[in-house]
């Protein structure tokens, strides 16, 4: 194969990959994860997460794709197998356990905010250590979709409650007591 000549040395191209396979890493758990609650979740808010996670682990499965291209075109190899993925991610699994959609949504939340965390210290390493600005911006892309995934989490957990009847609880005229 023929060297490579972009601008970055065989360290810096190597530093970043080592990056972008912890969070390729931690992509694939995530997917397992919000497929395995978009499979699995019940209740009242069943249709509502489902589509959701469907449209979260669509989403997923493209950045896993682009992080593993991103990997090849500075010259690497990415991740490709399980232990390999739990070597390097920093997400854990919930092995044996079915928690509520509540705790689903609690997890994943917690989730998309470790890998926002991550993504915002690889993007500072991609700058000031190994001068790849280019994946910084990729990696800041990533970042956002992550960014807007959270905050839709966050948003069904912050809701109000609703009555039987459709209006908030806090609607409610509760009689005084006398």
């Known amino acids: 194969m023929r060297a490579l000549n972009i601008g970055l040395s065989e360290e810096q191209r190597q530093g970043v990959v080592d990056m972008l396979n912890k969070d390729l890493a931690d992509s694939y758990l995530l997917i397992i994860k919000t497929k395995k609650y978009h499979w699995d979740v ?3 808010q069943f249709r509502t997460l489902h589509e959701l996670w469907e449209e979260h682990y669509t989403a997923i ?3 896993i794709d682009a992080i593993a291209e991103r990997i090849r075109a500075l010259g690497g190899y990415p991740v490709g197998t399980a232990q390999g993925f739990l ?10 356990d079915l928690p ?3 705790e689903m949504v609690e997890r994943l939340v917690g989730d ?4 926002i965390r991550n ?3 690889h993007i500072d390493e991609c700058s000031d250590k ?4 280019g994946t910084a911006d990729f990696l800041t892309g990533l970042m956002e979709q992550h960014e807007e995934m959270a905050w839709m989490l966050r948003s069904f957990l912050e809701g109000q409650r609703l009555s039987p009847s459709g ?3 806090s609607d409610l005229k509760v009689p005084a007591q006398v």
């Open 42 to 44: 019940v209740g009242p």
């Open 61 to 63: 499965s493209l950045n």
């Open 87 to 96: 070597d390097n991610a920093t997400l854990r699994e919930h092995a044996g």
């Open 100 to 102: 509520n959609a509540d």
């Open 112 to 115: 998309h905010e470790q890998v």
């Open 119 to 121: 993504l915002r210290g």
């Open 130 to 133: 190994f001068h790849d600005e």
């Open 167 to 169: 209006q908030r609880e």
